[in-house]
């Protein structure tokens, strides 16, 4: 099939500079880009959402090339933001860049033939100020920028010079691409579109050439909550921020409305084989669920690791098994002999993101320990509640920590 067919029919396609001139020219070998600034140490589930779709133009006979934004990094994006980035050091950049490119390579295999991962300070530092003014700057209308909603939306707040070139540095990424790599595609996040048309258009203008954008959908659950997002904090793709056990749970708990979007989006599962498991509804969805979950993990963290997390999954909810992929901390036996209040506990585990959210959570009737409810906000954890050197923390009726003694 056709890229552009494999794309759309699995939702991944929100809006597109030449539908048909995009689909005519996917039907030979092309070179697409998209790019990450390392604002972050670690990608999360709505970059994922981006790197299967790489991965579909990939298999399909498609270079990637991935940009890692050493550059733009340096500035920020101002898309979607009420204030201006907090800048980092540059050391810091170069750290996150480094994590994201190791992250990236679990999805889009590099090397020779293969995808490029390459970082825009390469070319971006090189530039001499005046000269870029003088031959990329006089193709930018900065009314038409200022139209853009996303500098539209901060003009209120105060927009800084700074932000007004990231811009026009992102569209000279991609004329560079085209340049040097022949480069024709650029996708990107829906709020990327006006920075993305603004390359499309930078070289028209410059080179006289035909290029193409396309973005994707920024999800929402069924329910409108934005996606990656949970009451413990964002969904990240690093194990050490976000575990495969905890990740597994995000899946296996989406709504029933968002199950076949999210496999067709975070599984490469044939689409007749997702029509056939999601024909159901209510507890009868409960094994596509499994499904959803164990795949988008598997992506994500490898076989083993989803395997351990469907296994310790299935073991909690049946009351028993092993359930050492599930996330734990350790306490020494002499803390737990003096006794730790339950609030420490969750808020050390982070199921609670404080001590005070933890009171709120056994008022509430949401905190237990080994299955049984906490009623007392000032209940104490000692050795008492070790069950075989360990103690099992829920919040609510899905999130689990271990406790475990040493």
């Given at each position: ?80 933001r009420?204030?201006m ?22 999805f889009?295999?590099f ?84 920075n ?14 035909e ?8 999800l ?15 969904v ?62 598997k ?18 909810f ?33 199921l ?25 906000v000032?209940?104490?954890?000692t ?24």
């Amino acid at each position: 099939m056709n890229a552009w067919d494999v794309l759309q029919e699995r939702g991944f396609v929100e809006q597109v500079s030449d539908e048909d001139g995009l689909r005519k020219a996917l039907e030979r070998p092309l070179t697409f880009y998209i790019g990450y600034d390392p604002t972050a140490s670690s990608l999360h589930t709505g970059h994922l959402l981006t790197a299967m779709a790489v991965t579909h133009l990939q298999r399909a006979g498609h270079r990637p090339i991935i940009i890692i934004g050493g550059g733009t990094g340096m500035i920020g994006d101002p898309t979607g933001r009420t204030e201006m980035r907090q800048m980092l050091t540059a050391e810091a950049i170069d750290e996150n860049l480094q994590a994201i490119k190791t992250q990236m390579s679990r999805f889009v295999p590099f090397g020779e033939g293969q995808a490029l991962a390459l970082n825009n300070a390469d070319w971006l530092m090189k530039l001499g100020y005046i000269p870029f003014l003088r031959d990329i700057g006089q193709h930018f209308s900065v009314n038409r920028m200022l139209a853009a909603e996303a500098y539209r939306q901060r003009l209120e707040r105060g927009l800084s010079f700074i932000e007004l070139n990231y811009q026009i540095l992102q569209a000279y990424d991609f004329l560079h691409l085209y340049r040097e790599h022949g480069c024709t595609l650029q996708l990107g996040g829906n709020d990327q579109w006006g920075n993305i048309l603004a390359g499309v258009d930078l070289i028209r203008r410059v080179e006289g050439a035909e290029v193409y954008a396309m973005t994707f959908p920024l999800l929402t659950t069924a329910s409108g909550a934005k996606m990656g997002k949970t009451a413990a904090g964002t969904v990240w793709v690093d194990a050490e921020l976000t575990s495969p056990f905890d990740y597994y749970q995000y899946w296996i708990n989406v709504e029933d409305a968002d199950v076949a979007r999210f496999l067709k989006l975070y599984t490469f599962m044939p689409l007749d084989e997702i029509a056939e498991l999601t024909r159901f509804e209510g507890a009868k969805l409960r094994p596509a669920k499994e499904v959803l979950a164990y795949e988008a993990t598997k992506v994500a963290h490898g076989q083993q690791a989803a395997q351990e997390a469907r296994e310790a999954s299935k073991a909690l909810f049946a009351g028993g098994g092993d359930t050492d992929a599930v996330p734990a901390i350790e306490v020494k036996q002499g803390e737990l002999a003096g006794g730790i209040p339950a609030v420490e506990l969750f808020d050390r585990t982070g199921l609670c993101r404080s001590r005070s959210e933890a009171r709120r959570l056994i008022q509430q009737g949401g905190a237990y320990i080994n299955d049984a409810p906490v009623d007392d906000v000032d209940r104490e954890i000692t050795a008492n509640d070790l069950h075989e050197g360990e103690i099992l923390l829920r919040a609510g009726k899905k999130r689990y920590h271990r406790v475990v003694v040493v």
